[in-house]
Nanobody
């Protein structure tokens, strides 16, 4: 069974950067699509970015396009979310999730396994 653990969150000033990591254990997720989602207080969980098997395709929410990148190191069973030019509105709990069918979409219902989340706070 796959388990996902996020790390790398924290407090950063607006304009700063953070890199989140999503480490998998149990079964490898090398053939899974892995996505990042976020949830701010009182809001729905929303899609941020996703990457398919071997990094063939990536897809970003419009709100983060050009500022965030997603990558994966399957030898380390880890997917990364590099977040640059952070804004206060990026403040949220960030979750990674794996889709065993490698669909790589923004639809959170298509992701089978979820991590517990990591808090990102961007101060103005």
């Amino acid at each position: 069974q796959v388990q996902l653990v996020e790390s790398g969150g924290g407090l950063v000033q607006a304009g700063g950067s953070l890199r989140l990591s999503c480490a998998s254990s149990g079964r490898t997720v090398s053939r899974y699509a892995v996505g990042w989602f976020r949830q701010a207080p009182g809001k729905e969980r929303e899609f941020v970015a996703t990457i398919t098997w071997s990094g063939v395709r990536t897809y970003f929410a419009d709100s983060v396009k050009g500022r965030f990148t997603i990558s994966r190191d399957d030898a380390k069973n880890t997917v990364y979310l590099q977040m640059n030019s952070l804004k206060p509105e990026d403040t949220a709990v960030y979750f990674c999730a794996a889709d065993q069918w490698n669909r790589g979409t923004r639809n959170r219902a298509q992701y089978d396994v979820w991590g517990q989340g990591t808090q990102v706070t961007v101060s103005s």
